[in-house]
């Protein structure tokens, strides 16, 4: 199957950290990506993670990959407002390496 | 400069209308994409092109023609607009397709 599921809501308070989850179902994917769509703008792709790794991290973000569970999250330290956005992870498969997107997840910070 | 940029950002229509959209990248790349997001959200492929050559294709209505004249131009047109078309159009890029998209602003379709 292609469906990569992430929860539709998350709502954090400014300066908590936030954890959006995602599953995904190809076990032959080999890269696992986040992106951010702020409101009226296209993706902005924030980070990937090779599918033999199982963290990485960058600036205030950290991703883990959890293969056996196909599991995929994306951990921001000291949210921001500015962080309030729609978050999409993907993923890469099939011969011709197309990128399937999740359903993504709005999140939403309070001041 | 824009890297990827979509004409027009806004486009309503009458139902049964032909309508198109243009996609334009000044990053090289070699691979250009159209995806539709739909109210909720959700996004997905509609055609891949490599090079000028069409490499995915998936299940669209006929109504839709891509087009690449060159590499760096990949233009979507919809015959007999339906009130199910509208949807927000993205158009992306990318040189190896593992090192992730770049993304247009997309155009916002309207069928009334």
């Known amino acids: 199957g292609e469906d990569v599921e992430q929860s539709l809501f998350l709502s954090v308070r400014e300066g908590d950290s936030s954890v959006i989850n995602c599953t995904y179902t190809?076990?032959?994917?080999?890269?696992l990506y986040w992106y951010k769509q702020e409101p009226g703008a296209g993706l902005q792709l924030l980070t990937y993670?090779?599918?033999?790794?199982d963290m990485k991290q960058d600036q205030r973000l950290t991703v883990l990959l959890n293969k056996k569970d196909k599991h995929l999250s994306l951990r921001i330290a000291d949210t921001q407002t500015g962080d309030s956005a729609i978050y999409f992870c993907?993923?890469?498969?099939?011969?011709?390496?197309?990128?399937?997107f999740g359903t993504g997840t709005k999140l939403q910070v309070i001041p | 400069d824009t890297a990827v940029s979509q004409t027009p950002k806004y486009l309503v229509t009458q139902m049964g209308n032909d309508k198109s959209i243009k996609c334009e990248q000044n990053?090289?790349?070699?691979?250009m994409y159209w995806y539709k997001q739909d109210s909720k959200k959700f996004l997905k492929i509609m055609f891949s092109y490599n090079n000028k050559e069409l490499i995915i294709n998936e299940t669209v209505p006929n109504r839709f023609s891509p087009k690449s004249p060159d590499k760096a131009h990949l233009n979507l047109h919809i015959n007999s607009l339906e009130l199910g078309d509208s949807a927000v159009y993205f158009c992306?890029?990318?040189?190896?397709?593992?090192?992730?998209?770049?993304f247009g602003s997309g155009t916002r379709l309207t069928v009334v």
């Open positions: 190809d076990s032959s994917s080999t890269y």
């Open positions: 990053l090289g790349h070699d691979t």
């Open positions: 993907a993923e890469i498969s099939g011969g011709y390496q197309k990128v399937t």
């Open positions: 992306a890029s990318s040189q190896d397709s593992w090192e992730g998209y770049t």
């Open positions: 993670i090779f599918s033999n790794m």
